[in-house]
């Protein structure tokens, strides 16, 4: 039986605050600093941002409220928590389906993300150098295609990042990490603050400002919606049984709603903080919000370029990067790792397997940004591919799942009694959201971008 041939994979929190700074910890990352900016870029600017919060507020929230409440209710790995939680109220044992997709969306988005987050690994030396000082938009360009050109490279990055991830995984996750994420979450708004100032001094500021923030409805279309869509969950570590496993180990009468609300807060606030930062760099210098991928790679380098101490905040600031991204790759081989320990495997034995597996597939995403850049699937290379299809199909359609069976599959009362709010208000909105509002709206997107 599932449930009783239970192992535990994760240490368990000591407090709200360490379950806290675990569940920011893996949702703010790359998510935040490099993928928001540069898909708002790609999506016209503050229209796209406006769609965003609304699926944050309405999807996100409730959605992230609902994965905790399953965790500690079920209080086992993803694919059990459902499972037994399913038998206690009568249900279809299949709902433990929906714990299996996300654990599959897990593993890919590992393999691209940890190239990117090889990105930034390499950026903490070029800054620390001083090659970027007094570089123009130019020279800061050709250094980042000869990255992405250049296998070896990418390659050995991803290489490294993964070691990091398994090191850490394989140990088990240690408070040393969590508490490190203590300090370098405030490190990383820091510097993100030093950014703002430095960009409130170029002649980009308001039109940076006024793209991110002034919404202009022309320039969205229903694509947009679902990339949106797609960005809440990634940006959130939805989707994908994440916060099932965390919540699983949250203590009996924590709030969960308030513990979430301050998750997405935070990682709302530092995604904003990054856009501001960016923007008016990019038309300081003339160049494109719609560069893609590279933007921050291509614009951040420039505002250290010609900033007192560059070198210094440039490589302080790719280095909390790394750490960001550390935190969220930690949480991202966890599930495969925990499901192979429960078929009996030892935890290092488990996280080498699931690492060099994972590996292998992000060196086919590294090589297609160069020698493999030829091989499209859907018009983009592998990598843009695997990234469309697991944060804008695959974690939203695990998000339905848990939705409906939160929301469907529970009784009320069991919900109530587990988010401790009784019938208030917050709770009544709480489940009009995820019975009505985030399944529809998940729906609608879907229908609408498939026909
Ligand atoms: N949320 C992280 C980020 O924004 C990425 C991430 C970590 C993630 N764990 C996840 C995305 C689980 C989806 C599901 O960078």
């Known amino acids: 039986m599932a449930g009783t041939t239970q192992t535990t994979a994760h240490e368990h929190w000591g407090s709200r605050l360490a379950f806290v700074l675990a569940a920011v910890g893996s949702a703010v990352g790359l998510g935040n600093v490099w993928k928001f900016p540069y898909i708002t870029g790609e999506n016209g600017g503050g229209a796209f941002v406006v769609v965003y919060l609304a699926c944050i507020a309405l999807i996100g929230l409730p959605i992230l409220i609902a994965e905790i409440l399953l965790g500690r209710r079920g209080r086992m790995s993803p694919i059990n928590a459902v499972a037994a939680t399913a038998r206690r109220e009568g249900r279809s044992p299949a709902w433990a389906g929906v714990g299996l997709l996300g654990m599959a969306g897990s593993f890919v988005i590992l393999s691209f993300y940890s190239v990117i987050a090889g990105w930034a690994l390499a950026y903490v030396g070029r800054t620390a150098t001083g090659t970027f000082a007094g570089a123009d938009a130019a020279t800061v360009k050709a250094a980042f295609d000869a990255l992405k050109a250049s296998p070896w490279q990418l390659v050995l990055w991803h290489t490294a990042f993964m070691a990091l991830t398994a090191v850490v995984v394989g140990r088990g996750v240690r408070h040393g990490l969590e508490r490190a994420a203590k300090i370098l979450m405030p490190g990383l708004a820091l510097l993100l603050v030093i950014l703002i100032g430095y960009a409130a001094t170029t002649s980009g500021f308001s039109a940076g400002v006024d793209f991110l923030f002034t919404p202009d409805f022309s320039k969205l279309?229903?694509?947009?919606?679902?990339?949106?869509?797609?960005?809440?969950?990634?940006?959130?570590?939805?989707?994908?049984?994440?916060?099932?496993?965390?919540?699983?180990?949250?203590?009996?009468?924590?709030?969960?709603?308030?513990?979430?609300?301050?998750?997405?807060?935070?990682?709302?606030?530092?995604?904003?903080?990054?856009?501001?930062?960016?923007?008016?760099?990019?038309?300081?210098?003339?160049?494109?919000?719609?560069?893609?991928?590279?933007?921050?790679?291509?614009?951040?380098?420039?505002?250290?370029?010609?900033?007192?101490?560059?070198?210094?905040?440039?490589?302080?600031?790719?280095?909390?990067?790394?750490?960001?991204?550390?935190?969220?790759?930690?949480?991202?081989?966890?599930?495969?790792?925990?499901?192979?320990?429960?078929?009996?495997q030892g935890r290092w034995p488990a996280t080498i397997k699931a690492a060099v597996t994972i590996w292998a597939l992000g060196v086919a995403s590294a090589l297609s940004f160069n020698v493999w850049s030829g091989y499209t699937v859907f018009g983009q290379n592998l990598f843009g591919a695997l990234d469309f299809l697991t944060a804008n199909i695959m974690l939203p359609l695990t998000g339905l799942g848990v939705a409906l069976f939160v929301g469907w599959g529970m009784s009320t009362a069991s919900a109530s009694e587990e988010l401790g709010l009784g019938e208030t208000l917050g709770f009544r909105l709480w489940h009009l959201a995820i019975r009505f509002v985030a399944p529809v709206a998940v729906v609608v997107v879907f229908v609408y971008n498939l026909l």
């Open 221 to 344: 279309s229903t694509h947009s919606v679902l990339i949106a869509l797609g960005h809440a969950f990634f940006t959130l570590s939805l989707g994908m049984g994440i916060m099932i496993a965390y919540g699983s180990y949250l203590a009996p009468g924590t709030s969960i709603a308030g513990t979430a609300l301050s998750v997405v807060v935070l990682d709302t606030v530092i995604a904003l903080m990054a856009g501001t930062a960016i923007f008016p760099v990019v038309f300081a210098n003339g160049l494109e919000p719609a560069v893609g991928p590279g933007l921050i790679f291509q614009t951040l380098p420039l505002a250290f370029g010609s900033m007192p101490g560059g070198a210094l905040f440039g490589a302080l600031f790719f280095l909390l990067l790394t750490f960001a991204a550390w935190t969220s790759t930690i949480s991202l081989l966890e599930p495969t790792v925990e499901w192979l320990q429960e078929r009996g």
